[in-house]
């Protein structure tokens, strides 16, 4: 997750990735299910940590997404 946040628009300790990849093309990439990325993504949104936007992902604080990343 991290990676492409690397490249995304930063602000502060946010950074926006836009466009975002979908549930699935992420998926392909790590093989995985799409299923997965998407329970994922809303643990990751519960505990305040990413946004999802109509087709871009917000990190609100990428150090603290990277201490919650297994």
């Known amino acids: 997750m991290l990676r492409p946040a690397a490249h995304g628009l930063a602000c502060d300790r946010q950074i926006i990735i836009k466009p975002a990849r979908t ?3 992420i998926a392909s990439r790590i093989r995985s299910h799409r299923e997965a990325v998407t329970r994922e993504f809303n643990r990751l949104q519960e505990e305040k940590a990413i946004e999802l936007r109509c087709r871009e992902i917000c990190f609100l ?3 603290r997404l990277a201490t919650l990343s297994p």
């Open 23 to 25: 549930h699935y093309e």
């Open 61 to 63: 604080d990428r150090v």
